[in-house]
């Protein structure tokens, strides 16, 4: 059964499934689509053609599916999409995109702490863990299991890679690399991420493959190009040394050194 507070007010059109809990003063407006079991607690702002998973979390403060920030919007329809069983802590925001048909989304059982900002066009992933005040400007990709210390900075179009970690107070202007930890400002690669390579399973055989990978990206002062030659001829390959070529082959605005 769906409830909703007596002081909340969820405008004519908005969908909600069966078992979601909408808490005091809450505004939904009349394109929201919130799936089933999903909480939200007071004060929650949610607009625009915003669609919300199963099973999430929203807490008070939180304003989600707004209008872009980008002075470059004309008007049209610019949609939100959050995944199933994501929690989004106080006052996060995350705004629609800027022309006819873009999207802002967060994946499936990713933790967005309180005052994170995910701007228009942000595509990020699944079981990402933001922690607290982490600002993504326009653009931004997100790939799956990455994690963010807190008060992280991400220059609008910079890619943060798969299960790589961003530090605390750091500042990202280039692409950060799949597997590896960054830090500083401007933030650069400190080492692989080895403890979230171990938390995922990742096998053994693979986390050698990509030390051997890092010595030679980071630590034998070739150019990219010449790095990612000498690791096609050096190294075996594996799932994951594929994966972290292939983005830093095709990174648009380099990589973090």
């Known amino acids: ?15 909600l499934d069966d078992g979601v809990e909408v808490g005091p003063y809450c505004i939904i407006g009349a394109h929201v689509k919130i799936g089933k079991e999903t909480k939200i607690m007071g004060h929650v702002y949610l607009d625009g053609w ?7 979390a929203i ?18 329809v610019t949609s939100v999409e959050i995944g199933e069983g994501t929690t989004l802590r106080e006052y996060v925001t995350v705004n629609s995109g800027t022309n006819e048909g ?3 989304r967060v994946g499936a059982h990713s933790h967005i702490c309180a005052y994170s ?27 799956d299991f990455a994690t963010f210390g807190g008060l992280g900075g991400v220059h609008q179009f910079v ?64 150019t990219v190009h010449q790095s990612l030659e000498k690791i096609k001829t050096e ?11 292939a983005f830093i082959a095709s990174s648009e605005r380099g990589i973090a050194r």
Do not use: W, Y
Request: hydrophobic share 40%; net charge positive.
């Open 159 to 222: 890619r943060i890679g798969r299960m790589s970690f961003l530090g605390a107070c750091s500042k990202a202007t280039q692409d950060i690399p799949p597997f590896m930890m960054a830090d500083g400002n401007p933030a650069a690669i400190h080492g692989l991420n080895t403890i979230g390579l171990q938390r995922h399973n990742v096998p053994e055989e693979s986390q050698n493959i990509l030390k051997k990978a890092h010595r030679i990206i980071f630590r034998q002062n070739l």
């Open 117 to 143: 900002h995910i701007a228009h066009q942000c595509l990020v992933g699944s079981n990402v863990i933001m922690s607290n005040a982490c600002q993504l400007a326009g653009h931004v990709i997100v790939e």
């Open 102 to 104: 873009d999207l802002t």
């Open 1 to 15: 059964m769906t409830k909703i507070h007596p002081t909340a007010i969820v405008a004519p059109g908005a969908e």
């Open 59 to 76: 807490f008070p403060f939180a304003s989600i599916g707004t209008q872009t920030q980008d002075l470059k919007f004309k008007g049209g």
């Open 235 to 245: 190294l075996p390959s594996c799932p994951e040394l594929q994966h972290l070529t």
């Open 50 to 56: 915003t669609n919300i998973g199963a099973q999430c």
